[in-house]
């Protein structure tokens, strides 16, 4: 459904994407893992046309898609969850999740999207005219996730789901994600929690100062020694 064939991204002089290969399967959730800095923001954000890949091909059910910009890539049902959720504040839950469905492939489903993010949510219900900024740090992540499923999503990508959430959030998510596949959204997982996400994942490529250094189906990646050695401490 998705694949990168041989990414190169620069940032100026510096290259921060050395010939990134990666392919997700319609239906499947993958892991796009790595420290900081590795360029797992930089990879979704090639997907999602807002920095732009030097060379390399980004296709999207057989189609390129590197030279389109960020609305066209949204309309074709890749929609991403940005790191630190960016909600707008000031603004109601209800009115952050409407603007995630501005997109024309969105609007016509306003109505069933919305009921089915406040039955994933209920607390999102409860407070739907809370500003969005007062909320917890965990209910803004579900309200980010909401927001990003209200554009109608086949393809959706989030960037750091569990990046600074209590535990008890933090499995509640992952289990989100897990219904979030069952509706039949592919699901691409930005993250640094290795074993929660290949837990929930078919397969995760981990990327290392710009590059693959590993990949392979979950349960050979969390079985692989060098990846218990370097990210699970053990
Ligand atoms: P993190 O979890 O910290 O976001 P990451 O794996 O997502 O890590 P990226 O954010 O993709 O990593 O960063 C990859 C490299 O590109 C880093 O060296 C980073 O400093 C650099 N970089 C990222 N964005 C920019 C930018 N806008 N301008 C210049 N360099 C950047």
Wanted: hydrophobic share 40%; charged share 25%.
């Amino acid at each position: 459904m998705l694949k990168l064939e041989d990414i190169n991204l620069f940032y100026g002089e510096v290259q921060a994407l050395w010939n990134i290969s990666l392919e997700v399967q319609e239906g499947e959730t993958v892991a796009l893992l790595g420290a900081n800095a590795a360029g797992k923001s930089t990879t979704i954000n090639a997907i999602s046309g807002l920095e732009k890949i030097t060379s390399g091909r980004i296709l999207y059910q057989g189609e390129e898609i590197h030279g389109k910009d960020p609305h066209e890539i949204v309309e074709l049902g890749i929609v991403q969850v940005p790191e630190g959720r960016k909600l707008f504040s000031f603004m109601t839950i209800e009115e952050n999740l409407e603007l995630g469905a501005y997109s024309h492939r969105a609007r016509k489903d306003f109505k069933k999207n919305l009921e089915m993010v406040y039955e994933l949510f209920p607390v999102l219900q409860e407070r739907r005219k809370q500003q969005a900024g007062s909320m917890s740090g965990g209910q803004q992540q579900m309200c980010a996730i909401a927001r990003g499923l209200m554009g109608s999503p086949k393809v959706l990508m989030i960037d750091e789901l569990s990046l600074g959430l209590a535990p008890i959030i933090v499995k509640k998510l992952f289990d989100v994600i897990k219904e979030i596949r069952q509706s039949g959204i592919t699901v691409l997982l930005v993250e640094q929690n290795v074993n929660h996400s290949l837990a929930i994942s078919d397969k995760g490529y981990v990327l290392e100062n710009g590059r693959v250094a590993l990949s392979g189906n979950a349960s050979d990646l969390l079985a692989d020694p060098y990846l218990k050695r370097a990210y699970l401490g053990m």
